[in-house]
Nanobody
Framework: QVQLVESGGGLVQAGGSLRLSCAASGRTFSNYAMGWFRQAPGKGREFVASISWSGGSTYYTNPVKGRFTISRDNAKNTVYLQMNTLKPEDTAVYYC????????????????WGQGTQVTVSS
């Protein structure tokens, strides 16, 4: 079992930046791929970005490519999502997720979830 706790959300103006963090505890963090998902009001949860266990492979949904960067620090059991040039349409609850599929592709199974952190981008 892996426990995940997100932090770093908040209110920011369009064009601004935020960095989300997700601290993991429980089983060996480095054995898991990690991902970020988001859910906007009235919409379903969608994939944002993911990273393989080693950090060697990353994946992004098209709307965030070039603006968001996912990274991980296995020594700190933490995964990050650096979000730049934020837009109002990025407003959502952001969730950290873990997968035992080490490759971490978007189609992986993601059985481990954090509680979410709110990101609000004002225009």
């Amino acid at each position: 079992q892996v426990q995940l706790v997100e932090s770093g959300g908040g209110l920011v103006q369009a064009g601004g930046s935020l960095r989300l963090s997700c601290a993991a505890s429980g089983r060996t963090f480095s054995n898991y791929a990690m991902g970020w998902f988001r859910q906007a009001p009235g919409k379903g949860r969608e994939f944002v970005a993911s990273i393989s266990w080693s950090g060697g492979s990353t994946y992004y949904t098209n709307p965030v490519k070039g603006r968001f960067t996912i990274s991980r620090d296995n020594a700190k059991n933490t995964v990050y999502l650096q979000m730049n040039t934020l837009k109002p349409e990025d407003t959502a609850v952001y969730y950290c997720a873990g997968s035992s599929d080490a490759g971490g592709s978007p189609g992986s199974s993601w059985p481990y979830w954090g509680q979410g952190t709110q990101v609000t981008v004002s225009s």
